[in-house]
């Protein structure tokens, strides 16, 4: 027979992620740090309005682009929040997750050929997303000694004529580094210089410590010619609603709304309906859950330093991205071995690209007392390996 597969798709690797979240599941008493997923519920509220869009009946399609009642709302909060102005007719999409937002962005704007540049370590599937698009990956490999932050000599040296978007992921996932005002600035001037456009992913915006998320959309000249990404699983704990949106120019958003009508339709509507209701009426629930997250952000940063192990401070979202490179092995065997003798799970830092080798990430979207039993067990194995 011939071979049903595209040989695009075999080639692509597995999510680096989920290979120890699927061994966990099936190993008892193990303890997993690897998953990105608010441990809080969704807050009262949005789920009581999701309940009562069932309870009217309000199971139908909406429009492609989504209920104009929640654009409004996204608009409205994006102003407040972020101080970046949206129509909410032509410049707002909902899609199933942030996820779908990257990959329907990078399908409306690539030509084959197009060159994406991608700083690492990145989230896992914006390469894949890229090929997948028959665009061309060109990686940055960012350092630990810039706390992962995307300097404006590296984006300038990768730039090429065959350059057409920048990917941004800041605050970050895995390293949970920020890029401030001054360093967006930077990195607008050359964006600008050369004419290219950036896909921003901003899910962590909510999640940031030391001062507020600043968009590189709100710059000067970047409104234009950044399509911003953003949802409701990280800030408002609502990963299993699967509801993202886009934000950014008509022309663009028009044939994002093309891709996505023949794909998915439309958004969940209860999603949608339930959504309305956490951005109108969760800032205290937002709030409650960012001051927990850096609470137990502090621990792990003091917890790394008592057993001296080296860690630049995050800022954003819920990762530490400590180092493991004086241990002699790889992330992916560091992790095994933890997890075998431990049953302690983390993500190697080489899933998210190949300048995370010698790091891990840990994800801090858990309980305090669960941290607590997992810093303890992870304290354990280090000293045995340093005997």
Known sequence: ?????????????????????????????????????????????VR????????????FYTSNAGLLELREAICEYTDRRFHIAYNPKSEVLLTVGGSEGIDVALRA????????????????????CVELADGIPVIISLKNENRFRLTKEELENAITDKTKVLMLSYPNNPT???????????IAEVVIKHDIY?????????????????????????????????????????????????????????QMTKIHQFA????????????????????????????SYDQRRRYLLNEFKEMGLSCFEPYGAFYIFPCIKEFGMTSEEFATKLLNAKKVAVVPGSAFGECGEGF???????????????????KSFIEEIRG
């Open 176 to 186: 949970g580094a920020v890029m401030e005002r001054e360093d967006l600035e930077a």
């Open 109 to 128: 704007m690539l030509n084959p050929g197009d060159e994406v540049i991608i700083p690492e370590p990145c989230f896992v599937s914006y390469v894949p």
């Open 360 to 378: 891990l990430r840990i994800s801090y979207a858990y309980s305090l007392e669960e941290l607590k039993v997992a810093i303890g067990r992870l």
């Open 198 to 254: 950036v896909i921003s992913d901003e899910i962590y915006a909510e999640l940031t410590y030391n001062s507020g998320h600043v968009s590189i959309a709100s710059l000067p000249g970047m409104r234009d010619r950044t399509i911003v990404i953003n949802g409701f699983s990280k800030a408002f704990a609502m990963t299993g609603w699967r509801l993202g949106y886009a934000l950014g120019p008509a022309m663009i958003m028009e």
């Open 264 to 291: 998915i339709m439309c958004a969940p509507t209860t999603s949608q309906y339930a959504a309305i209701a956490a951005l109108r009426e969760c800032d205290k629930d937002v709030e409650r859950m960012r001051e």
């Open 1 to 45: 027979m011939r071979n049903p597969l595209s040989d695009k798709v075999i080639k692509m690797k597995p999510s680096g992620i989920r290979k120890f979240f699927d061994i966990v599941s099936e190993m008892p008493d193990a303890i997993s740090l690897g998953v990105g997923e608010p441990d809080f519920d969704t807050p009262w509220s």
């Open 48 to 59: 009581e309005e999701g309940i009562y869009s069932l309870e009217k009946g309000r199971t």
